[in-house]
């Protein structure tokens, strides 16, 4: 297909797959996490937020953009935590009323031993 993309700013990434993949007006963010040594889940949470930012700019769209995320946690106790952060970059990025559609699961294990969480993205640009 001649309409695809490769949207990659430079986010590090661990294996056969691309940061970003642009069809058409869609952007598909691959999951971003942290990998952080001794951060907590809200260190983590952001981090993992800016570096989806930091894509979707690349595309050039905005954080309003996201209409759907996949949340991935290693430990459903620390969801308050995480929502939190989450909200507030979405309220910081212009985002205070129509947040993304978003699923968030436990999952017993994420690529590295200290990855706490791990955010993909859908965009509409």
């Known amino acids: 297909m001649s309409d695809i ?56 769209g905005k954080i309003s953009n996201i209409v759907n995320t996949s949340v991935f946690l290693k430990n459903m106790k620390e969801f308050s935590e995480m929502n939190s952060v989450y909200k507030k970059f979405f309220n910081e990025n212009g985002v205070t009323e129509f947040y993304p559609a978003r699923v968030t699961v436990e999952v017993s294990n994420l690529p590295f031993a200290n990855m706490l969480i791990e955010i993909s993205a859908i965009v509409v640009l």
């Open 5 to 60: 993309e490769i949207i990659n700013p430079g986010t590090p990434v661990a294996g056969p797959y691309n940061p970003g993949i642009k069809v058409g007006n869609l952007l598909f963010v691959s999951g971003q996490g942290s990998a952080q040594v001794g951060a907590n889940i809200k260190e983590q949470t952001l981090d993992a937020l800016n570096k989806i930012k930091k894509i979707v700019e690349a595309a050039g």
